[in-house]
């Protein structure tokens, strides 16, 4: 789905959480920059992906960069083919890349050790459980960082796309904000059901205190349109949403 001239929206099936679920990477569009894909699915996506861009007239082999929010491995398990298909460079903020090249194991990623303590545990939530079943047995996804992102920095793309890093959901998770069309791209700082905005899902964010004054950070911007990974596009009436989940965040914190 084009958002607009600098935003094409994807939407790919996945099975997460135990159920069938859509993800969001989107696509910036750069005349002289050329594609850059933000996240990239589960791994064995890229042909979904290819299929996706293929209806725009575009191809995987055009994607110059992929930036990644973070480093769930929803986010980035075909990052290693779309770059095998394309030789794109990855881009990716700065504290997610020990975790994307394999020096720290994944900040919620139970080790088999872990795990089997975790489900034997009564305290633990069962869509905990849930998400530790799915990962167990699941390895690691490597790749090589091009470029570290750092909090500010614009990107000389589409009209500007600042790098506004939002830990919380990981430690160095960070959202994309497109100043020309004040388009926010949360990753999963934020969730978003049907156009309603809402948090971070609490099951998968490893701190909701820190998540919740990242969001705070979010809601000082101006904000037309919000894109989530799990839930596409927020356009009506974004900005009040945004502080509205602000102020929720924060009352809870
Ligand atoms: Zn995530």
Excluded at 20 to 40: C, F, K, R, S
């Amino acid at each position: 789905m084009k958002v607009n001239d600098d935003l094409l929206v994807l939407e790919l099936s996945a099975n997460l959480m135990g159920g069938p679920t859509l993800i969001h990477p989107v696509v910036i569009v750069d005349e002289a920059m050329g594609l850059t894909l933000v996240d990239a699915g589960l791994p064995g996506m890229a042909d979904a992906i290819g299929a996706l861009l293929s209806e725009q007239g575009l191809k995987l082999s055009d994607i110059k960069r992929v930036i990644i929010t973070h480093h769930d491995l929803d986010h980035i398990g075909s990052v290693p083919a779309v770059v095998e298909a394309s030789g794109a460079q990855v881009w990716a903020p700065e504290r997610e890349i020990p975790f994307l090249e394999g020096r720290e194991w994944p900040q919620k990623m139970p080790t088999p050790q872990q795990a089997d303590q975790l489900l034997a545990d009564p305290n633990v939530p069962q869509a905990r459980k849930e998400m530790i079943k799915q990962m167990s047995g699941m390895k690691p996804v490597t790749l090589k960082v091009d470029r570290a992102l750092k909090d500010g920095e614009v990107l000389p793309m589409a009209g500007g796309v600042r790098v506004v890093t939002t830990p919380g959901h990981t430690f160095g998770h960070a959202s994309l904000y497109l100043e020309r069309h004040q388009t926010l791209i949360t990753g999963d700082a934020l969730s978003s059901s049907a156009g309603q905005l809402s948090g971070p899902f609490p099951a998968g964010t490893a701190d909701m205190k820190t998540a919740g004054e990242s969001v705070n950070k979010l809601a000082g911007l101006d904000v037309q349109t919000i894109v989530t990974y799990h839930g596409g596009v927020v356009s009506e009436e974004a900005s009040g949403q945004l502080k509205q989940v602000a102020g929720q965040m924060a009352a809870a914190n």
